[in-house]
């Protein structure tokens, strides 16, 4: 069984990272919900429906459930975030796309960047060699929608793709939406006694407002669920309020049946047929075995692949734009203790593969769009490492003629 979910908040949604917080401390908001906030208040609240104990079988099948999300979704149209291979350059208010893509140079030339090449030959992933002036690259929007990323996903270099617009320019009713704002609020501590408050005792806490300057609708939660086990037909039927992150935000959860954008879009299918050279977008955060790097590169371990990977896939990674790490932790209620903290691999982050094999890059878009690409099973399910898919070529022509 497959369903959609629309999540609508009520509140500003909490949704802190990693550092500490306590009192005389300002808490650290994320831009966007990690997928495990979802995930977490999703099994809390099928658990409740259930008046379940919460005892270890009712755990482990809440964990088999397959969580996928959260995404933006705005009027109908599901976004995504902007990915890491694109610079754009402003210049008399005229702004120009630059497409990032691996080039082929020379160890020697590399050095002269005062770089040092990652190990097993990953190729550097850089603007053309033809563009010799630096520039500071301009603001893009933080959040494309579906439409948009498909159109730069079968963007092999830099043709016919329209530069992104400014952040402070873009209309809300249009393809691309900012992060959600930070509302910031301070707390304090009541003495029970007196009635007032406590000195010292001051606390802030930072929520994202999802709602739009001058619109009735915000930017709600979107999130696919996929589930064969006893929570199925009580999943299908959610239509009711369930708080979401900390602070006990409430928000209303319910189906949706615009779920369109989830899918492959069959108009990509002729555009990427067979092209050897695909490229992987992350639209969640991933987790990876190898740090950066994907674990299943080298191979997957017995009777681990997951159902949807094709059969035979051969994918050789060329090159990779890469964000900063981002750390997750949080509290296991399941084991009464601190999680340990884990380096995530950022949405928009970009890996750039050669196909080895028979397969082309529409058979694995189709099979593997927006779907997890996480080497753990748990952090599959849970919704980590979505990823979409496109095709790319060399920076420069000198680097495709090369490769001919």
Known sequence: MVLYLRITARDPLIARDGRPFGLGIRMKSLDWPYPSVLAGAFRTMLGKEMNCSFDENVIEALKRISISGPLPICRGKLYVPAPNDILVKEENETREHFAVRPVNIDADEW????????????????????????????????????????????????????????????????????????????????????????????????GLDLSLKGELDGIDLAARIEDEGEFRDLASKIDSFHTIGGERRLARWRTDDNHGDWSFPSDLAQDFAGKKKVRMILATPAIFSKGWKPGWLMGWPKDKTPDYWPNELNLKLVSACVGRWKPISGWSLEHKGAKPIRRLVPAGSVYFFELEGDEDASVVAKNLWLKSVCDDEQDRKDGFGLALWGIWDYADEKNVKEQE
């Open 111 to 206: 050095k002269s960047c005062n770089c040092d090449l990652p190990p097993e030959g990953i190729l550097p992933a850089m603007l053309p060699l033809s563009i010799e002036k630096e520039f500071k690259p301009a603001k893009i929007p933080s959040l494309w929608s579906m439409e948009v990323m498909k159109k730069w996903l079968r963007t092999a270099n830099n043709e016919s793709f329209e530069s992104p617009p400014d952040p402070v320019k873009i209309i809300t009713k249009g393809e691309f939406l900012d992060l959600p704002r930070k509302d910031a609020r301070t707390h304090i501590k009541i003495d029970p006694n007196l009635g007032t408050s406590e000195d010292s005792k001051l606390f802030e806490t930072v």
